[in-house]
């Protein structure tokens, strides 16, 4: 009589219990690769004159172009409310900038071509880094700010 009682009592345990897993366990998924961006290409030297062709990735589509001459530690913006400069070291990719002349606070106040005036100027502020484009201009940026230059 006892194994009867043991044997109900087992079966009424299995009734009990959930069913067991007998499916094969999943295969984890693979994580995709975590791709690298590329090194940043030095520039090598800033040394020149350019045109400046972008400021924070947008193309300039105005009336008038902007210039950069950069000599060996300054760059000189000759824009349309006068003269900015700026002291720079670049040091492999890394790039530091102080400005040291402004353009005149009077006239910024108009006109689309000084609005882009006044980004640039914020831009080179910002820059910490200088790079190749994949299209052989040069990348000034930092801050979520950019500049793209290309040689005259």
């Known amino acids: 009589?006892?194994?009867?009682?043991?044997?109900?009592?087992l079966a009424a345990l299995a009734a009990c219990s959930?069913?067991?897993?007998?499916?094969?366990a999943p295969t984890p998924t693979p994580t995709p690769d975590v791709i690298e961006a590329p090194p940043l290409a030095s520039v090598g030297t800033l040394i020149g004159e350019y045109r400046v062709a972008?400021?924070?990735d947008a193309e300039i589509d105005a009336p008038i172009g902007l210039t950069l001459s950069i000599s060996d530690r300054r760059i000189r913006f000759d824009g349309p409310c006068g003269e900015a400069e700026w002291d720079y070291q670049l040091t492999g990719t890394r790039?530091?900038?102080?400005?040291?002349?402004?353009?005149n606070p009077d006239c910024l106040g108009t006109?689309?071509?000084?609005?882009l005036t006044i980004a640039l100027a914020g831009a080179l502020d910002a820059a910490r880094q200088?790079?190749?484009t994949p299209?052989?201009?040069?990348?000034?940026?930092?801050g979520g700010q950019s500049v793209t230059l290309y040689s005259q």
């Open 111 to 115: 006109g689309r071509s000084h609005n």
């Open 54 to 56: 972008g400021i924070n």
């Open 18 to 24: 959930p069913p067991a897993n007998n499916s094969p």
């Open 95 to 103: 790039l530091r900038t102080s400005r040291v002349a402004s353009p």
């Open 1 to 9: 009589m006892k194994a009867r009682l043991n044997i109900l009592g």
């Open 135 to 142: 299209s052989n201009g040069i990348a000034l940026s930092g």
């Open 130 to 132: 200088a790079s190749r």
